[in-house]
């Protein structure tokens, strides 16, 4: 089995990381020592380092104390969600979107409502679309930039339309999950949600270090909000539950300080298996036309074609991810993003493994023998877990 459902992506541990890491624990070894304990917040050096990163990016208000480390970005999502809402508040959650929202969201006593979006236009948000759909239940609004699954990313113009919008709502908070903002391939950086104006101060960002900053397994992630609600969060996360230990926070400290050339390493080494899986897809007969996307390491593939006409949409999708898992390609369903017939797909796996499971992918679709022209070499499989 190749997996390319899992949410983490195939790169070494920045050197920065692993070094700042390995101080701090031989420091322990050499003093007989116990590790430090980080506030439950996180260190104040990482806390205002995260700071000044959105300060660089535009956010020129931030300051430290609006910033907390969390054990991961889901924990800093569900911390910020039952400090949110109360039992039966509505949030509002354009789709096709992370599949781990409809849980978190429940669990917080939250009501998660879908908002449909459509590949055909490239998932566009439109200002008057947003109105209407928000209603006085509504308590939050879910955003993510860039978009997983579908890779799109928010313009500045974008957000400032749709903000201009919520702005109306003085209720209303606005989360933006920026976990992918440093993947990206489109001409602009993306533009964070703390860098626009909030005028109720009602803009929270949650983000993390195993997407962009290639630190998965090291369980770090930060959360930014107005300063009340961030001392409330923090407040709650010592209640419930341990810091993130100093050393995976140090490592965080160095991979932040170096976020620029981490990114654009990640980048550089995603952008080949980017174009693999691009043009192999196109190649497949009845390819719809869509827009590239411009960031994450996912493409979101329209395979409703494939679909079987006489079975309901959900039960046709679970089947067509059932057809390629005995293909030997593990996908995530896009039914569970919002979008039944549309697999996620990521392409953060070793080359080889990529056009191995792009040829198996095919011949599960519809026989190779009928379309020589598409043609991939071999390799030797691995498999991964899936996640965020």
Not at 349 to 358: G, I, N, T
């Amino acid at each position: 089995m190749i997996s390319l459902a899992s949410g983490y992506g195939n790169f070494a541990v920045p050197g920065v990381a692993l070094a700042a890491a390995t101080e701090a624990l031989l420091s322990a070894g050499q003093q007989s020592a116990p590790l430090a304990v980080s506030p439950a917040a996180g260190l104040p050096a990482l806390r205002e380092a995260l700071a000044q990163r959105y300060r660089q990016r535009g956010a020129a208000s931030i300051i430290a104390g609006q910033v907390l480390v969390t054990a991961g970005a889901k924990t800093g999502l569900f911390a910020l969600l039952s400090e949110l809402l109360t039992a039966g508040d509505e949030v509002l959650v354009p789709t096709p979107n992370w599949f781990g929202f409809q849980e978190l969201v429940r669990r917080a006593g939250g009501v998660l409502r879908p908002l449909p979006l459509a590949g055909a236009d490239n998932y566009l948000l439109r200002p008057e679309v947003l109105r209407q759909a928000l209603t006085p239940a509504t308590r939050l609004l879910i955003l993510s930039n860039p978009n997983n699954p579908t890779g799109r990313v928010y313009s500045r113009g974008e957000w400032t339309a749709l903000l201009a919008v919520t702005a109306d709502f003085p209720q209303l908070w606005v989360l933006s999950d920026e976990i992918y903002e440093g993947i990206r391939f489109g001409p602009e950086p993306v533009t964070t949600l703390l860098a626009l104006p909030d005028p109720h101060q009602r803009h929270v960002v949650v983000s993390g270090f195993s997407k962009s900053l290639a630190l998965a397994g090291w369980g770090v992630g930060c959360v930014v909000a107005p300063l009340p609600l961030a001392e409330a969060v923090a407040a709650r996360l010592f209640s419930t539950g341990v810091a993130v230990p100093v050393p995976a926070q140090l490592a965080a400290l160095a991979a932040t300080q170096h976020a620029k050339a981490i990114g654009a390493a990640l980048c550089a080494q995603l952008a080949p298996n980017r174009e693999l899986m691009l043009t192999a897809l196109a190649a497949l007969p009845g390819a719809p036309a869509i827009a590239a996307p411009e960031g994450t390491y996912y493409v979101f593939a329209d395979f409703t074609r494939f679909l079987a006409a006489d079975t309901p949409a959900e039960a046709a999708s679970a089947q067509l991810v059932r057809q390629l898992a005995a293909a030997g390609v593990e996908v995530v369903d896009g039914a569970t993003c919002g979008a039944p017939g549309f697999v996620r797909l990521s392409y953060a796996v070793p080359p080889a493994d990529l056009r191995l499971a792009l040829a198996r992918l095919r011949g599960a679709l519809l026989p190779l023998a009928e379309y020589p022209e598409f043609s991939i070499r071999p390799a030797r499989a691995t498999s991964t877990g899936r996640s965020k």
